[in-house]
Structure formats: structure tokens, C-alpha cells
């Protein structure tokens, strides 16, 4: 699977961002967000199925950013609303073929700034 994020940039707090990550290659079964700062290791955000309507999300989002996707264009979204400076981080996207497993495929990330 091949992932190519984009939609990063500048925002002021409480602003808006909207993340794309559009997949190729094989099937896959869940897209997950994950985001990364210098100073903190690797975290999740939230994740979707690619069939169904399942989601999940990391408490600190939770009611602030939406996950989606769109099957025709394999690609999947992540709407990121009322932004705060400690949202500022490196957002990568990622694939996993199945539950149960780890996400094996990763794009290169896409930088989102908060700014207060």
C-alpha cells in the first residue's frame, strides 16, 4: 500500500485543517491517523475502517476532529476543527491489512502548525 498525505500547513488556534491521504497499491482494511512531535514519541489520533462505519479516536480529539473517507477516490480524511497549539505535529497516515494487526504502511507526513 502506497500513502500520500497532504493538507498540512499554518493555522491560527481555533481554526481548521483538513488532512487527505489517498492510498494505492493493495486492499487494506483500516486507515489510522497518527501524529509525532520532536519532543514526544508517536501518537495515535484516530482510524476508520474501509468498509463499514467504524471509527475511533484518541481522548484528546475526541469531539474536535472527524475521520472519513471516500471509496471511489481511496482516500481517506481527517477534519481537524478547534485547533490548539498543542495540536501542532507532524500527522502521518497509515494502512493495516487487518484487525489485529499493526499498521505496516505509512505516508511521509504532512506538518500541521498551530499557532496561539
Known amino acids: 500500500v502506497q500513502l500520500q498525505a497532504s493538507g498540512g500547513g499554518l493555522v491560527q488556534a481555533g481554526g481548521f485543517l483538513r488532512l487527505s491521504c489517498t492510498a494505492s497499491?493493495?486492499?487494506?482494511?483500516?486507515m489510522g491517523w497518527f501524529r509525532q512531535t520532536p519532543v514526544a514519541e508517536r501518537e495515535f489520533v484516530a482510524s476508520i475502517a474501509w468498509t463499514g462505519d467504524w471509527t475511533n479516536y484518541a481522548d484528546p480529539v475526541k469531539g474536535r476532529f472527524t475521520v472519513s473517507r471516500d471509496n471511489a477516490k481511496n482516500t481517506g480524511y481527517l477534519q481537524m476543527t478547534s485547533l490548539r497549539p498543542e495540536d501542532t505535529a507532524v500527522y502521518y497516515c497509515a494502512a493495516k491489512l487487518e484487525n489485529g494487526r499493526g499498521y505496516a504502511y505509512w505516508g511521509q507526513g504532512t506538518l500541521v502548525t498551530v499557532s496561539s
Open positions: 497499491g493493495r486492499a487494506f482494511a483500516y
